[in-house]
Each structure stands twice: as C-alpha cells, then as structure tokens.
C-alpha cells in the first residue's frame, strides 16, 4: 500500500512538476491548462459575483454536472467553454474547496457546496472518481438531478498527450498492477476483473510509456460501459476530436443535453482545426487492438445519443 505523502512533500513535488512543465511547455500553456493566471481568475471571479447579485438562483436549486472520464483528453476545453457562461459555478478537480489532491472530498461536503450556491450550475471534475459516476449520480441529487458528461479522445492522441504532460507514470503504475500491487491507487478504483486480468497477462517488458498510456485509456473508458452508463439519459458521452473539429456542433450537444442555451461565446477559445497530421504512434499489437474496438464502440454510443439530443 504506497503511503500518502506528507502535505510538505506533495507541494514541493507539485511546484516542480510545474517548474518542468513551464521549461518543457512554455509558461503561458503552463497558466493557461492548469488556470494559474491570476487576472484572469480575478477577473472572472468578479463576473461571476456580479451576475450572482442580479440574477442569483436560490439556494439548494443547483444542478450537478459531473465532467468525468480521463486525464489528457480535452477536458480543460469543455471546463473553459461553460465556465464562460456566468451560471455555471465551477469546481476544476485543482479547487480545494472540492478536491484533495485531485480526488473529491466527502459527498456531504460536496452536497453542501451544492446546497450553497446560488448558480443553476455546478460543474465539477472528478476525473480521478469516474468510477464513482453512477453513485455520485445518486448522492448528488438537489432540486434538480445531476448530469454527467464523458470526455473522451483518440486513444492515440491522448496516449501522445499523456506521455508529454507526465511521462511514464501510466507505465509504472500499470505495471505495479500487473505484479498484483497498487490496487488501492485511484488508478485501479472500479477496474474490472477483465481489465485486471489483461494488465496482468501482458508481456511488459515489450511494452513502452506510449503502448501503456493507451492502455490506460482502454481500461478507464471501458467503465462507460461497465458501470451500465451506456443508454443512461442523465450521461453524455463528448467527443474532444469532435469538439476540434466542429466545436459549435459539439456544444450545442452539450447545451441541449443540460437544458441550457447555446451561446457563440462557450467556443470563443476554440479554433476548430482538421483531425492532427500527427504520425501514427506504434502501439503494442493487442493494446491496439483493444483501443480500436472500444474506439469503434465509443463512436457509435456518441452517434446514437446525438440522434436523439435537442438541440438549443
């Protein structure tokens, strides 16, 4: 059982992977992913406080809206783009008032923020608690039910991404999975004995940090359908190559999903691009294929939910 770090240790570990990721990544990406500018922070803070004082729902009506899913797969831009609209309240999985150490605080605690606020919308990122998405579904209830949204990416692209924001850590942690320990890291939360027994029969030593990030990607996303979320009305599976591609239609999806009226500027940050040029990564035979047909099944759960979606 890997021990916690002492609150000393983790914020001296913090301010270095920070310290590597503003001399890899240049410090304005650095502010701009993980919201460390302080004006802008300052200055939408202001907004939202304003708008509170005119428009203000009353307490205990705030509906939660889970952003849930995966590290590395676009996250950050669904957050960015409904944080601009001043009724969402947001509680990014970096918020202590929400989330120690990236994991949420007591569902009391959370039921209390929810309780308190006086936006239609609490948005909150609980990546490493997906698996928790159908209980949270249930304990997070107000006035209103709460929503979950799924944010997924190419396997490729978020396996590229990943190994470029943290190295090899879904290597070393899946292989620690593989010897039959770590399973009490948030990592392991919610596996199933499928995936437990894949990790384990794969032969790691031909298996590098790229293979291993899009296997991460595999087991995680496979929870979508293992937790029965599948067909649920209360998730919405979104699509960050979909949102690249063509972000107004992506948000819209979004937008009819919560009851919520499109505006232009929930994509303001968004310059839709075509699909990346980038090379295809060579990915472990049997990794691959499992990210392919769990892509493939993705796809077409995402397809059949926008059919039937109003939208605004």
Same mark, same amino acid.
């Given at each position: 059982?890997?021990?916690?770090?002492?609150?000393?240790?983790?914020?001296?570990?913090?301010? $270095?992977?920070?310290?590597?990721?503003?001399? %890899?990544?240049?410090?304005?990406?650095? /502010?701009?992913?993980?919201?460390?500018?302080?004006?802008?922070?300052?200055?939408?803070?202001?907004?939202?406080?304003?708008?509170?004082?005119?428009?203000?729902?009353?307490?205990?009506?705030?509906?939660?809206?889970?952003?849930?899913?995966?590290?590395?797969?676009?996250?950050?831009?669904?957050?960015?783009?409904?944080?601009?609209?001043?009724?969402?309240?947001? !509680?990014?999985?970096?918020?202590?008032?929400?989330?120690?150490?990236?994991?949420?605080?007591?569902?009391?605690?959370?039921?209390?923020?929810?309780?308190? &606020? $006086?936006?239609?919308?609490? =948005?909150?990122?609980?990546?490493?608690?997906?698996?928790?998405?159908?209980?949270? /579904?249930?304990? =997070?209830?107000?006035?209103?039910?709460?929503?979950?949204?799924?944010?997924?990416?190419?396997?490729?692209?978020?396996?590229? &991404?990943?190994?470029?924001?943290? *190295?090899?850590?879904?290597?070393?942690?899946?292989?620690?999975?593989?010897? *039959?320990?770590?399973?009490?890291?948030?990592?392991?939360?919610?596996? &199933?004995?499928?995936?437990?027994?894949?990790?384990?029969?794969?032969?790691?030593? *031909?298996?590098?940090?790229?293979?291993?990030?899009?296997?991460?990607?595999?087991?995680?996303?496979?929870?979508?359908?293992? /937790?029965?979320?599948?067909?649920?009305?209360?998730?919405?599976?979104?699509? !960050?190559?979909?949102?690249?591609?063509?972000?107004?239609?992506?948000?819209?999806?979004?937008? *009819?999903? =919560?009851?919520?009226?499109?505006?232009?500027?929930?994509?303001?940050?968004? %310059?839709?691009?075509?699909?990346? &040029?980038?090379?295809?990564?060579?990915?472990?035979?049997?990794?691959?294929?499992?990210?392919?047909?769990?892509?493939?099944?993705?796809?077409?759960? $995402? $397809?059949?939910?926008?059919?039937?979606?109003?939208?605004?």
């Amino acid at each position: 059982m890997p021990a916690r770090e002492s609150p000393m240790r983790y914020v001296v570990g913090r301010i $270095r992977r920070h310290l590597h990721w503003a001399r %890899t990544q240049g410090l304005r990406r650095l /502010l701009e992913e993980d919201d460390l500018d302080p004006i802008r922070r300052a200055s939408r803070k202001v907004a939202k406080w304003r708008w509170r004082r005119a428009h203000g729902s009353a307490p205990g009506t705030a509906m939660a809206v889970l952003l849930v899913g995966l590290q590395r797969s676009g996250t950050n831009m669904v957050v960015r783009g409904l944080e601009r609209a001043p009724e969402f309240e947001v !509680y990014n999985e970096n918020h202590s008032a929400a989330f120690d150490r990236f994991q949420l605080r007591p569902v009391g605690h959370i039921r209390g923020l929810l309780e308190a &606020s $006086r936006h239609p919308y609490v =948005l909150l990122k609980p990546l490493c608690d997906t698996h928790r998405a159908p209980e949270l /579904l249930e304990a =997070l209830r107000t006035r209103s039910d709460p929503r979950a949204l799924w944010v997924y990416r190419s396997a490729e692209g978020r396996a590229r &991404s990943a190994v470029a924001k943290f *190295g090899d850590q879904n290597l070393r942690v899946l292989r620690e999975l593989a010897q *039959g320990r770590g399973r009490d890291r948030w990592q392991a939360q919610g596996l &199933s004995s499928d995936s437990l027994a894949l990790i384990g029969r794969l032969d790691w030593s *031909g298996v590098d940090a790229v293979s291993a990030a899009a296997l991460f990607w595999y087991v995680r996303n496979r929870l979508y359908f293992e /937790l029965g979320l599948e067909g649920r009305p209360d998730v919405l599976l979104v699509s !960050y190559d979909a949102m690249v591609a063509d972000p107004a239609a992506e948000m819209r999806q979004i937008c *009819g999903f =919560l009851d919520f009226p499109y505006h232009p500027r929930l994509v303001a940050g968004i %310059t839709a691009r075509p699909p990346a &040029s980038t090379p295809t990564v060579a990915l472990q035979p049997q990794i691959a294929a499992c990210c392919a047909e769990l892509a493939a099944e993705l796809e077409a759960a $995402r $397809r059949a939910q926008a059919a039937t979606t109003t939208l605004p």
